[in-house]
C-alpha cells in the first residue's frame, strides 16, 4: 500500500441470546493514514459509525436498533439517526433494502450508515451458523457427511436455494436430506420442500 491511503473497516458481531433472539454490533470506520492531518498525526479517523441491536426469528424481524455517529467529520452528520428508529419491526430477511433506502435515500439519510444499515442482511448467514452450530460441530467431517446441512434444514427449512452451492436439487442438500431423513424421531420438512 503507498504511503498515504484511506482505508475502510467494517465488522459484524453476533451473539444468540436464545429463543431465537440474537444480539448483533456492526461497525464501520474510515481512517486516512500518511496524509496530511490537522492537528498532526500518521492516522485520522474520518467516520466511525455504530449499530447495536436484536433480531428475532428465521425471518431476523429487527426488534432494537441504536445507530451511532462515534466520530463524523461535520456537526451534522448525527441529525438524521433518529429516522433509523422506524426501522424497527422491519424484517431483514424480506424487503430491507427497499425499508432503508424509502426512509434513508439522499438527503434523507447517510451514505455511510445507509451502508452500514444494508450490510445488516448479512446476519443472515451469521445467525443460521449459530442456529446449525447448536446442535452440529463445525468440520470438514461434519459437512462431508452430510450432518451439517442436514441440521441447517433443520433450523432453517428453505436453506434450499440459497447459494449456487445449496441449491434444492444440487448434491449437498440431496446428502443433506438423506441424512435427516435416516436420524430417528426426525420431523417431516415443510409442504413447501418438493423432497419430502
Known amino acids: 500500500m503507498h504511503e498515504r491511503h484511506v482505508r475502510r473497516d467494517r465488522s459484524l458481531e453476533v451473539e ?3 429463543d431465537g433472539v440474537f444480539a448483533f454490533e456492526a461497525r464501520l470506520t ?8 490537522d492537528p498532526p498525526s500518521d492516522t485520522a479517523t474520518i467516520h466511525d459509525f455504530r449499530i447495536v441491536g436484536e433480531v428475532r426469528g428465521t425471518d431476523l424481524v429487527l426488534g432494537r436498533l441504536e445507530v451511532e455517529a462515534l466520530t463524523h467529520p461535520y456537526p451534522g452528520c448525527p441529525f438524521i439517526l433518529p429516522a433509523c428508529d422506524a426501522l424497527v419491526g422491519a424484517s431483514l430477511a424480506s424487503g430491507w433494502r427497499h425499508e432503508v433506502l424509502r426512509r434513508l ?9 445507509v451502508s452500514l444499515l444494508l450490510g445488516l442482511t448479512e446476519l443472515t448467514t451469521l445467525t443460521f451458523f449459530l442456529r446449525i452450530n447448536e446442535s452440529v460441530p463445525y468440520g470438514a467431517a461434519h459437512r462431508a457427511a452430510g ?6 434444514l433443520d433450523a432453517v427449512p428453505d436453506l434450499g436455494d ?3 452451492v445449496l441449491t434444492t436439487d ?8 438423506e441424512r435427516r431423513a435416516a436420524r430417528p424421531g426426525t420431523i417431516p420438512l415443510s409442504a413447501k420442500d418438493p423432497h419430502v
Open 162 to 164: 440459497a447459494c449456487h
Open 105 to 113: 435515500r439522499g438527503p434523507s439519510g447517510c451514505t455511510h450508515v
Open 147 to 152: 450432518d451439517w446441512n442436514a441440521a441447517g
Open 170 to 177: 444440487g448434491p449437498v442438500l440431496s446428502l443433506a436430506r
Open 30 to 37: 474510515d481512517a486516512s493514514h500518511g496524509g496530511h492531518h
Open 16 to 18: 444468540p441470546l436464545g
